[in-house]
């Protein structure tokens, strides 16, 4: 095929275009410009960012080339000729342009709205010294249409430059900061906040008092205690200044889940809460004064908590067996559950029960000889290992044979009863027996006799167990009597909030139980007392109503029981176990009831399980996974032990390894802790 002359002509020429393009390496050559925004508004004193975009012959595009900026009416905007950064002067329009090797870019309009004015509110304005004042400012304008607009027109908080003219009075954050307009007394004295855009210019006064109240702080800030538990709150007020200071008014406090925590007041400043049930309770503080009424709120978390150490009197003794409270490790999930840590020995008086603190520091130790006394040791968080205090002093409780005691649930107050037994020596004060009370110091446990409850005898005939309810305002009492043909009975009273004095109930002062009434248990959920009758052989059920009045709801039979001495409820509150002591040097025996509405079942769960010789105490961990019997042993000469049992998912027990305790134990407790 024969080519036409034209179509060689062409073909040369572009390979001569391109030898010359190669040789002489051209650079890429600026066509056009253009710039950005198209179109904007500003206010005058504001500013507005340009950016212009070059395109080349070679098809590239470079962003943000290096051009020289313009604006055609500088009276209405100026422009920053390399950065680009337009700032609004005054009302109108103005077109902005860019150049750059020779090449001029298309135009943009810029118009200009002008600040006329700036309303800055509050005008005025009083704050105390560490306290805040947020300031607004608002413009009105001139628009570059020639309109205007005024008062609301727009809020310049934002836009403003903001000054205080006394910063050793109050300080103010500036458009950059977090916060502008936000001004913070400093100390006392009165300064003049300004806001300025461009020539305009607005002010408000503000004057800074002393630092004031704003609200009350709770430590700690966010505890964790465990069912059984008590803790000390206490209130501050937080003033303006972040400073704290002792309450000058007496704070009230609530739960806002009075059934999972509740409080009481401890003092002007202080309270306790008492766990009772797994739960995050809210404790608000409030405190009304002439300034007004200012709130705290502390989250408290209530858990079931687990048993970490257990205690045991041993009241007997012998030559190689000395009095001495036992102390136990306790693992509630793995065999042998209690483990023997130490023992304290006790010279001069034998131990009849150990009662916990509930805010698990301290352990008060009832004990016997020529009177019986309180004696408060220390437990290491760590080890549960007893310390006897160094601080406080030993109290006279009694002169019985059989004293037992309770701490109220908040930790305020501890009471011990004497029986009033005729065969002790000495003989107690009165024969019908006695309460003796005394007041819990929050800094170190010592116990301060309550002089209205020394040897306070009202309604008393052989006490032997003593309860105080979950909300701390009722005591109560249960009462042997002769123990043979006249029934025991329960004895109420109430509890001053602030002293302890015990006063007894106007209607149902006392109530009837079986013959015998001897040791009881109050159930987890504080509704109802069960009382173990020794001589009849029966439970007495009661449940608590308004007011702390006792009813009697039941009366229970243990079938084949010799001498029912205790009893206790499940976590759940869904079993009663009641101890039967037997008739030594036979064996005691435990039954199992399911409780229904806090009354107890006709019959056992299932056939009776075994104890040691002579039981007296029993106790359940808080995860409701074993129960604790402790058994005196032979005639209290030799050593006893701590009987051991699971409980199952529908309340059975199952028998496990007893542990060695010493000679005659009694009353075994759990320390329970998060």
């Known amino acids: 095929m024969n080519r036409k002359p034209s179509e060689f002509a062409l ?28 179109t904007s508004t500003i206010l005058s004193g504001t500013t507005q960012q340009y950016t212009a975009t070059g395109y080349y012959s070679n098809g590239s595009i470079t962003p943000n080339v290096s051009v020289t900026w313009a604006s055609s009416s500088t009276s209405v905007a100026t422009i920053d000729a390399s950065a680009g950064v337009a700032t609004g002067v005054a009302a109108g329009t103005t077109s902005i342009t860019a150049y750059a090797l020779g090449i001029t870019s298309n135009t943009v309009t810029l118009n200009v709205n002008q600040v006329t004015a700036i309303a800055v509110t509050p005008a005025t304005a009083t704050v105390a010294a560490g306290a805040t004042q947020q300031f607004q400012a608002t413009g009105s304008y001139k628009n570059f249409n020639g309109t205007t607009s005024t008062g609301t027109a727009g809020d310049l908080t934002n836009e403003v430059a903001w000054a205080s003219s006394k910063t050793a009075f109050a300080t103010i954050m500036s458009s950059s900061d977090t916060t502008p307009g936000l001004a913070t007394g400093v100390a006392a004295g009165t300064t003049t906040i300004t806001a300025t855009l461009g020539a305009a210019t607005g002010s408000a006064t503000l004057t800074v008092g002393p630092p004031g109240i704003v609200s009350l702080v709770i430590t700690p800030a966010t505890p964790t205690i465990a069912v059984g538990n008590s803790i000390l709150l206490t209130a501050m007020e937080m003033w303006s200044n972040n400073t704290t200071h002792t309450p000058s008014g007496t704070v009230t406090w609530v739960s806002d889940t009075p059934a999972d925590a509740n409080v009481i007041a401890n003092s002007s400043s202080t309270a306790l809460a008492a766990g009772f049930a797994a739960g995050a309770p809210n404790i608000t503080a409030s405190e009304t004064i002439s300034a007004g009424t200012f709130t705290g709120t502390l989250p408290l978390t209530v858990v079931t908590g687990t048993t970490h150490f257990a205690y045991v009197s041993n009241s007997g003794t012998s030559s190689t067996n000395p009095w001495s409270i036992g102390e136990y490790s306790v693992n509630a999930t793995t065999s042998p559950y209690l483990t023997s840590t130490s023992t304290v020995t006790l010279a001069g008086y034998s131990p009849t029960q150990t009662v916990l603190n509930p805010n698990g520091q301290y352990l008060y130790l009832i004990s ?74 929050q800094t170190d446990g010592s116990l301060t ?39 025991g009975f329960v004895s109420a009273y109430s509890i001053d909030q602030t002293t302890g004095a015990l006063t007894p109930f106007t209607s149902g002062a006392t109530i009837n139980a079986g013959i015998g009434a001897y040791l009881a248990t109050m159930d987890p959920a504080g509704k109802n007392i069960y009382v173990a009758n020794n001589t009849d052989g029966t439970v007495s059920s009661f449940s608590i109503g308004s007011g702390g009045v006792l009813t009697n709801t039941a009366t229970t039979t243990v079938t084949g029981a010799q001498a029912v001495l205790n009893v206790a409820v499940s976590p759940n509150d869904k079993y009663l176990y009641v101890l039967d002591g037997g008739i030594p040097p036979a064996n005691g025996a435990l039954y199992g009831f399911t409780l229904t509405s806090g009354v107890p079942s006709s019959t056992p769960i299932g056939p009776a399980v075994a104890t040691g010789e002579a039981p007296t105490g029993m106790a359940i961990d808080p995860t409701g996974t074993i129960l604790a019997v402790d058994n005196a042993g032979p005639g209290g000469t030799s050593p006893g032990e701590i009987s051991i049992y699971t409980i199952g998912t529908t309340g059975v027990l199952t028998a496990k390894t007893p542990v060695a305790a010493g000679i005659s134990p009694y009353f075994v407790t759990f320390l329970n802790a998060p």
């Open 449 to 487: 006799p309550i002089s209205a409850v020394t040897a306070y005898t009202t309604n008393l005939n052989a006490p032997e167990s003593v309860m105080v309810d979950r909300t701390g305002k009722y005591l109560y009492v249960v009462n042997y009597d002769d123990g043979t043909a006249t029934p």
């Open 11 to 38: 073909v040369a020429v572009s390979l001569v275009c391109i030898l010359i393009l190669a040789a002489c390496n051209c650079a890429p050559v600026l066509r056009y410009i253009t710039i950005s925004p198209a």
């Open 368 to 441: 016997t000889s020529n009177g019986t006394f309180a004696t408060v040791y220390d437990i290491n968080a760590t080890t549960g290992a007893l310390a006897l205090s160094t601080t406080a002093t030993q109290q006279v409780a009694g002169q019985g044979c059989s004293n037992t005691g309770v701490v109220d649930p908040y930790g305020r107050f501890f009471y011990v009863i004497d029986d009033g037994s005729a065969t002790c020596s000495p003989a107690p004060a009165n024969p019908l027996g006695t309460i003796y009370g005394f007041t819990i110091s």
